[in-house]
Each structure stands twice: as C-alpha cells, then as structure tokens.
C-alpha cells in the first residue's frame, strides 16, 4: 500500500488543524467485543490527523495507518477517563496482531511534550513511524509490550534512549548499525539510538521501551523504502520528456543480467550443435553505425562475442577459427552478436540473439528474435 509522505499529509491538512476542533471529534474509546468474523475486518485509516486516540480491542488484530497531531484540541468532555498519563496514541488488542503506520505531523509545542505511543498486543507488534525530518518535529516516545515478537521501523533521524526487556536471556535484538547499547542486566539492555556524544540528562529527543521475547529494530528512510516497494531503483525510468532518459542508467547486458537466457537457446548454429557460452573477452574499440562498438576475438575455439555479452562458439575439429562481432543497433534499440567460424576439416556455424528487453526498461521496446 501506497502511504503519503508526512510533508504531504501536512500541507494537505495545515488549512483544518490550526487551533481548531475537527467537525467529526475522533473516536475515543472503541472496545469491542469478540467476534467470529475479527479475521475479516478491514483496516483501521484515521482519514485526517487526531490526538489522543485509544483502539481497545479483545480477539481483534489493529491494522492500518494513523495520523497523529499533538496540537489538535480536543475538549476534556469527548475523552475517556484513565487512571493513566493520557496517550497521543493507545492500542491494544488480546490474542490478535497489531500492523501499523504511524504519522506524526505538526510541530513541537511550547510545552516540549513529546508525542506518546503505547502499543500493547498477545500478539506480533509491527509499527513503521513515519515523520517529518524537521527540526521544529515533536519528539517521540514509543512503548510496545507483546509476548510475541516485535517490530518496529523508525525514521532516520531519530534519536533517544533504547530500552529492551527480553523474557529471554539468550535472546539477541536484531539491532540497526545507529544503535549503541551501554549496559545489560536482568535481561534489560539499555542504549541510544543516533549520536550520543553531547546528550544530557536534561537533553529532549525520542525514546524507544521495548518489552519482548523477541525484538527487532530498524531504521529505515521512509520515503525511499516506499519508492523501492513500487519500483527497482536498478531499472531506468521513461521520461516522456526525454526519450533517451533511459540511456543515463543504461548497463550491458553482461552486467545486469550475468545468466543471460540466450546462453541456454538451443540449436542456433546448426541443427547438430548448440551456442555455448564463453567468456567475455572485449576486443578493440571500433565504431559501428556511428556508435561505440567492439569487434570479437579472434581465437581458435571461436568466441565471438558482442559488447551487450552475447557470445557464439564454433565447434569444429581444429583449425584456426574466425569471427566478427558487433553490437548497438540503433535503430531497433537492441543488441547482437554474430559469429563464424570454419575449420580445416570439419563444421561451420552461425548464430545470433537479441539482448533481453530489461536491460533497457520495463517500457522499452524490444523482444527476443
């Protein structure tokens, strides 16, 4: 799923937020009960920013996005008694799952609070905080407590005090390369997270406690991890603007793909013999078509090869082969190599294959021959 970038979310919602009470106040407190059909429930989307919202749920997974603003208002009339300090954002389920991303927009107030997060399930906890990377940001203060495992995603910018609590001795957190832990005792690590060399003890910033048999943490930038879900950052992009976009992130063949399929195409070169794959071995520079190019070896067991990689070998009983090879043809965007060979006694041979359509784009044109 597609999620939006914080900067997104707050110039979209900055115009409702500023000292305002939304129209439709947020839900509060919404405990539900068991039910048959918990497996099929939909996920959990706060459509605009909220604050102070508690999800109390029993056999029930919490899925879902939310998005949560320290500054919105919200009367003390439409909020739940706790005996508790009051969340930003409070969720808990029994015996279910908790699957969440968690945006946190706005800017730090003049009280320094920070933003405060409780995740409590039975079940695996998996949240991805998303926010801004601006200095004016709230701070963040996340506690998570399962018996299973948990998961949490943190931007790169985050900074603050690490606790872990872990049931098991010998279990290790899976830690990110910013972590640092100081201490261990009585199954409690405790750590920072970022630069610590000028933190204080009256130093504001972020803070991770963490209660689990098994825990893993990771840093992560998330807009560039949402780029790389959708596309590979190793194929080149179509420009409508630019037809030749493609060609700034262009590689041979024999670079992107190093098991080329036309390595393995039967029965090219005669009906009696395959295409066997050899080698790459460039052969001096030479100008094809008005484009770089490079010509085959010459050798006596008949490589031929192509600057895209694709090579041809001759077989034949002895004598001296020789061969030729070429490669960018512009106008059909593809890449070949042809090869000959032919011997005193025995065989002649001829083949050539067409360079794989990735190498140049999803959306480039070009098919095997």
């Known amino acids: 799923m597609l999620l939006p970038s914080p900067k997104v979310v707050e110039q979209t919602i900055i115009a409702v937020n500023v000292a305002t009470i939304p129209d439709e106040p947020p839900p509060a407190y919404v405990p539900e009960a068991s039910t048959s059909g918990a497996s099929a429930r939909t996920a959990d989307v706060s459509p605009r920013p909220t604050n102070f919202l508690s999800l109390i749920r029993a056999s029930a997974p919490i899925t879902g996005s939310f998005i949560i603003d320290p500054n919105i208002r919200i009367p003390e009339a439409l909020l739940p008694d706790t005996v508790e300090p009051r969340r930003n954002l409070y969720l808990e389920t029994t015996g279910a799952p908790i699957d969440v991303d968690i945006f946190v927009v706005g800017e730090n107030t003049s009280s320094n609070m920070p933003v405060d997060i409780h995740l409590q399930a039975n079940g695996p906890i998996t949240a991805r905080i998303h926010a801004s990377p601006s200095i004016a940001r709230p701070h963040i203060h996340l506690t998570a407590y ?15 005090p690490l606790t872990i609590r872990s049931s098991r001795p010998s279990s290790s957190p899976s830690l990110p390369p910013q972590a640092t832990i100081f201490s261990e005792a009585e199954n409690t690590r405790r750590g920072f997270i970022g630069d610590f060399t000028d933190w204080t003890r009256d130093s504001a910033g972020d803070e991770l406690d963490l209660e689990s048999a098994s825990v893993s943490i990771s ?22 603007t630019d037809p030749f976009a493609w060609l700034k992130n262009f590689k041979p063949a024999h670079l992107q793909h190093p098991l080329h399929l036309h390595h393995y195409m039967p029965h090219l070169a ?12 460039p052969g001096p520079p030479s100008v094809h078509q008005g484009l770089p190019a490079q010509w085959g070896r010459l050798g006596g067991r008949g490589p031929r090869l192509g600057r895209g990689g ?3 070998q001759e077989q034949r009983l002895g004598g001296q082969g020789q061969g030729q090879g070429q490669s960018f043809d512009p106008l059909t965007w593809m890449h070949y190599a042809r090869g000959r060979g ?13 360079i794989s359509p990735h190498s ?6 070009g098919s095997w021959w």
């Open 146 to 160: 399962s018996s299973a495992p948990i998961s949490i995603a943190v931007p790169a910018f985050f900074r603050g």
């Open 219 to 240: 840093v992560m930038e998330v807009e560039e991890d949402q780029q790389r879900e959708n596309t590979n950052p190793n194929e080149p992009r179509l420009n409508p």
């Open 270 to 281: 005669h009906e009696h013999r395959h295409l066997h794959a050899a080698p790459f071995q």
């Open 310 to 312: 694709e090579e041809v």
């Open 342 to 354: 032919r011997g005193r006694g025995f065989g002649r041979g001829f083949g050539q294959a067409a």
């Open 360 to 365: 140049l784009g999803p959306t480039a044109p």
